[in-house]
C-alpha cells in the first residue's frame, strides 16, 4: 500500500493557517518527502512524523517555501535523532549548492557540522527516471520563476506512478508529462488566471479534458482559493490529509 500525506498545502504565504508545501509519500520500500518548507519541520512534528523514518527529500524548485526547511531538519536528524542511516537531499541541477548556500545563510553551514550520518546529494535529469532511495523518480521543467530552476517531480514505486506539479503556471507540455499517473497533485494557487507563474481554478476548470491522471488533487492554494466552497467538483488536499493509492 501506497500513501501519501500531507504534510503542507498552502502556498508561500501560509494562506489558511496552512503550512508551506510539503508531501510524504510512504510506500512498502520505503518514504520521500517531496519539498520541504520552512514550517514543514513543525509538519512532520504535528503529525507524528519521525524524521528518521525519510529515505529521502526531494526538492521540486530552490523557492523557500519548497526547500527553506532542509537546514534544520538536517540539524535535526543530527543532534535529536542521531541518524545513523544515509539521507538522499536530491533535485533539480545545483541541488547541492543550493541547498549548501541557503543552510550557510540561514546560521547551520553543512560544513560546520561532524555527521553521523552520510547526506548524499543527487541530481535529477529530465530524461528518464533514476533511483532516488527506494524510488524511481524523473524530474521535468516547469514554468515559474526560471531563477528558482523549477520543475515537477514524477515518482514510481510499488507499481504506483505520482506526479507533483511543484510551481508552475499552464503550459502545453503538461498534459503529456503528467498523463498515465495514478495520482496528479497539481498546484492551484489563484482562482483566476493572473500570474502567468502559477495555475488558477479557472484554466484547470477549462482543461480538465487534457489531463488524463486517475486522481487529480488541488493544492498549494492561496488565500483566495482556501476560503472557497466550491472548486469546480475538484478534490482539495489540506495538511494533515491523507492519500490512499
Ligand atoms: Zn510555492
Ligand atoms: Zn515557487
Known amino acids: 500500500m501506497t500513501e501519501l500525506l500531507c504534510v503542507g498545502t498552502s502556498d508561500a504565504f501560509g494562506a489558511g493557517g496552512r503550512r508551506q508545501s510539503a508531501y510524504l509519500v510512504r510506500a512498502p520500500a520505503g518514504s520521500v518527502l517531496l519539498d520541504c518548507g520552512t514550517t514543514t519541520n513543525t509538519g512532520l512534528a504535528e503529525l507524528g512524523v519521525s524524521r528518521d523514518e525519510i529515505d529521502a527529500i526531494v526538492v521540486s524548485h530552490f523557492h523557500g517555501d519548497h526547500f527553506g526547511g532542509i537546514p534544520l531538519l538536517l540539524l535535526g536528524a543530527l543532534y535529536e535523532d542521531r541518524r545513523r542511516r544515509p539521507l538522499v537531499v536530491a533535485g533539480p541541477p545545483d541541488v547541492e549548492a543550493r541547498v549548501r548556500a541557503a543552510a550557510a545563510a540561514l546560521g547551520h553551514a553543512i560544513e560546520s557540522q561532524q555527521w553521523s550520518f552520510p547526506i548524499i546529494f543527487q541530481q535529477l535529469r529530465p530524461d528518464g527516471f533514476v533511483p532516488v532511495g527506494p524510488f524511481e523518480m524523473r524530474a521535468f521543467a516547469t ?67 487534457e489531463l488524463d491522471c486517475g486522481r487529480l488533487v488541488l493544492t498549494h492554494l492561496g488565500a483566495e482559493m482556501r476560503a472557497r466552497r466550491d472548486y469546480e467538483g475538484f478534490e482539495v488536499a489540506d495538511d494533515g490529509l491523507t492519500l490512499k493509492l
Open 143 to 209: 514554468r515559474h520563476s526560471p531563477d528558482a530552476n523549477p520543475h515537477g517531480l514524477d515518482l514510481r514505486s510499488d507499481g504506483v506512478r505520482v506526479v507533483y506539479s511543484g510551481d508552475t503556471g499552464w503550459f502545453d507540455e503538461l498534459p503529456r508529462e503528467v498523463n498515465g499517473a495514478e495520482l496528479f497533485l497539481c498546484e492551484c494557487t489563484q482562482v483566476h488566471k493572473n500570474f502567468v507563474y502559477h495555475l488558477s481554478l479557472e484554466e484547470l476548470a477549462a482543461r480538465r479534458g
